[in-house]
Nanobody, 120 residues
Framework: QVELVESGGGLVQAGGSLRLSCVAS????????MGWYRQAPGKQRELVAI???????NYADSVKGRFTISRDNAKNTVYLQMNSLKPEDTAVYYC??????????????WGQGTQVTVSS
């Protein structure tokens, strides 16, 4: 079983910063991609940023230049540094990981979500 534990959400004023963390643990042989999605009330879940195993980091246009995703492979951890936050960034943020167990195909798992609220 693979588990994701997120932390770092909270309430912040517009223009402020937050840093989200997500640690993956369990029966993981290798991790292919780590990323963050978000879902605001009444909206569909959308990609925020993702770091593939060996490819190019992708960001949603709405967060480019403000958010930075990074990963620590030794710790199976992904971070999302969020600067210059706007009220429209308010959402539940979900960690997402694509991994592989030994002798198995790729699987994915979602975190439980962490609330980010940006006040104007």
């Amino acid at each position: 079983q693979v588990e994701l534990v997120e932390s770092g959400g909270g309430l912040v004023q517009a223009g402020g910063s937050l840093r989200l963390s997500c640690v993956a643990s369990g029966s993981i042989f290798s991790i292919k991609a780590m990323g963050w999605y978000r879902q605001a009330p009444g909206k569909q879940r959308e990609l925020v940023a993702i770091v593939p195993g060996g490819g190019t980091t992708n960001y949603a246009d709405s967060v480019k230049g403000r958010f930075t995703i990074s990963r620590d492979n030794a710790k199976n951890t992904v971070y999302l540094q969020m600067n210059s936050l706007k009220p429209e960034d308010t959402a539940v943020y979900y960690c997402y990981v694509v991994f592989r167990k030994l002798w198995a195909t790729d699987q994915d798992v979602w975190g439980q979500g962490t609330q980010v609220t940006v006040s104007s």
